[in-house]
């Protein structure tokens, strides 16, 4: 019998729109191929939305999102007329906070070989677990003086012991799920003593996971390795912010933010996917976004939704596309967004 799922997209701001417009025949195919139904509700939460009305997300809309649908698919968020950006911070790290999606799950794969810029052969396959609902990013913190020579601002940053285990132990999981055998902590606890919490609880966490080897990398020297030495690593689970900066430092490394995608995960519920880059303001309505990341994005969401086949046949057509020079601008190619998407589509069975 065909399963159907609803799946809410927010295109949001900037090439957001644009490319989760283009991804979604693909990602549909795929589903149908896998003899299920996506039923699609498209949300008009972003900077227009929120410069026309006053809103971010709405409580009727979290809540809707938060219990009625099987997936959200969002574009970026991000705009230029909200300097601020208060409407990124409600929408996006809203919905990872308020939905406890503690898990962001960032691969970073060699998709082809010539879009690494790095010298030799350098097959790269490793995964970033990414804290997701502390760090910096729940914005306390405290200022004074503001608008003086004074002024100070304090941001706290924030790890609690049941935050830091349960996203060390996704990745600990997740690395014996998929056969796994080494996991990098990365912390910055020379530095920042705070960060000894990690240490700590790496170890306690890892202990019930005998077969996989622990090692730990100051954020700095990780930085440096992957630029060195990329292919050594496996899973990487880390802070939110530095889990930030190292999943665009992992797009770098195999073709770029057009194709790096993202799950926002907690086990069990409904999960959020996005591409990995923003909204890239001075791309948008041109038709030159790279849809290769949402459409990756959409992969990651069905096999969230239990269409591994499916999934994995949206990656091998990005892969396809690639070898066939079926590209946008960022990669060299000269193939409009929807171009891309449109062959990719094509493609899958
Ligand atoms: P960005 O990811 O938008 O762009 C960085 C670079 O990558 C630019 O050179 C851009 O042209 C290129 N790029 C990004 N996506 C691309 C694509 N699909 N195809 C081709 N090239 C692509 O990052 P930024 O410039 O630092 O930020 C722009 C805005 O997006 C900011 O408001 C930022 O806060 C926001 N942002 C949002 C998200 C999100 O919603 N998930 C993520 C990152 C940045
Ligand atoms: C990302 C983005 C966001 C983040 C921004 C837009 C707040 O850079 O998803 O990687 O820092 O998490
Ligand atoms: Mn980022």
Request: aromatic share 6%; proline share 6%.
């Amino acid at each position: 019998m065909a399963r159907s799922f609803s799946v809410a997209t927010i295109g949001g701001d900037g090439i957001g729109p644009e490319v989760i417009e283009a991804a979604i025949p693909a990602i549909e195919r795929a589903a149908a191929s896998g003899d299920a139904t996506l039923v699609w509700e498209h949300l008009p939460y972003g900077a227009d939305h929120f410069l026309a009305t006053g809103e971010t997300l709405p409580d009727g809309a979290f809540t809707h999102l938060r219990d009625d649908v099987d997936a959200i698919l969002i574009g970026a968020l991000g705009d230029p007329r909200v300097p601020g950006n208060e409407h990124a911070r409600d929408i996006l790290l809203g919905l990872r906070l308020k939905l406890d999606l503690y898990v962001n799950f960032r691969p970073t794969r060699t998709l082809h070989p010539d879009l690494c810029p790095l010298k030799g052969d350098r097959p790269i396959d490793f995964v970033i677990f990414r804290e997701n609902t502390e760090g910096f990013y729940l914005g306390r913190g405290d200022s004074s003086r503001e608008g003086t020579a004074e002024e100070e601002q304090i941001a706290h940053e924030v790890h609690t012991a049941p935050k830091v285990s349960r996203i060390l132990r996704a990745a600990f999981e997740w690395a014996r799920a998929n056969g796994r055998t080494r996991i990098t902590m990365s912390d910055k606890s020379n530095a920042v003593p705070m960060h000894r919490l990690w240490r700590r609880l790496f170890d306690e966490v890892g202990a019930d996971f005998p077969e996989i080897a622990r090692e730990h990398r100051y954020v700095d020297v990780l930085a440096m390795e992957l630029v060195q030495a990329p292919e050594r690593f496996q899973v990487i689970v880390t802070n939110n912010l530095f889990g930030d900066i190292l999943s665009d430092l992992g797009a770098g490394l195999v073709g770029g933010l057009g194709l790096a995608a993202s799950a926002n995960l907690h086990p069990g519920r409904a999960g959020l996917f996005e591409p990995v880059h923003g909204s890239a303001p001075p791309l948008a309505g041109k038709g030159v976004a790279n849809p290769m990341a949402a459409i990756l994005a959409g992969a990651l969401m069905l096999e969230s939704l239990g269409l591994d086949d499916a999934a994995r046949s949206v990656e091998a057509a990005v892969r396809d596309a690639l070898t066939e020079g079926q590209t946008t601008p960022d990669l060299g190619g000269k193939r409009s967004t929807e171009e891309v998407a449109r062959w990719i589509a094509e493609r899958l069975p």
